[in-house]
């Protein structure tokens, strides 16, 4: 019957590898900013992902540490269709983040070995500006379609 999840239900829907969307504030007359990553999450726990791979600065970098908050969405985009949206809120910003940190993020989306020469290069950059953000869910938004 279609409805809420609940919430064993939307946290493991959260665990799952899928790719996720977040969307924060602008610091302008611009709507908000949506993008989607990679990141890792484990039941009852708070969710991460990094940001500013290749030695690039991201825009959203700037904009989730002055907001402090944002939304975090993953969807089921087949039948029975489903999502779970998280409003969180920032409680860290590791810069650079460990190893395993984003092994924790990269292992859920690569193999093993393309896993190992992702994190080594990225944290190996010359240029690199890498910040892994930790988001502690404060509210839960879902519905299961199916």
Do not use: C
């Amino acid at each position: 019957m279609p409805g809420p999840l609940s919430e064993h239900d939307r946290q493991e829907f959260l665990a799952q590898p899928q790719v996720g969307v977040v969307s924060v504030a602008s610091d302008d007359d611009r709507p908000p900013h949506t993008v989607p990553v990679w990141y890792a999450y484990e039941p009852g726990g708070n969710l991460s992902f990094f940001t500013n791979t290749q030695g690039l600065q991201s825009r959203k970098d700037h904009l989730i540490e002055k907001a402090g908050v944002l939304s975090f969405s993953v969807q089921h985009g087949a039948m029975p269709y489903k999502y779970v949206t998280v409003e969180g809120t920032v409680v860290g910003a590791d810069r650079p983040p460990s190893a395993e940190q984003m092994f924790a993020v990269v292992r859920r989306y690569l193999p093993e070995d393309a896993a190992q020469g992702f994190v080594e290069g990225e944290l190996a950059h010359p240029a690199s500006r890498l910040v892994l953000f930790t988001i502690r869910p404060d509210r839960w938004l879902s519905f299961d379609f199916g």
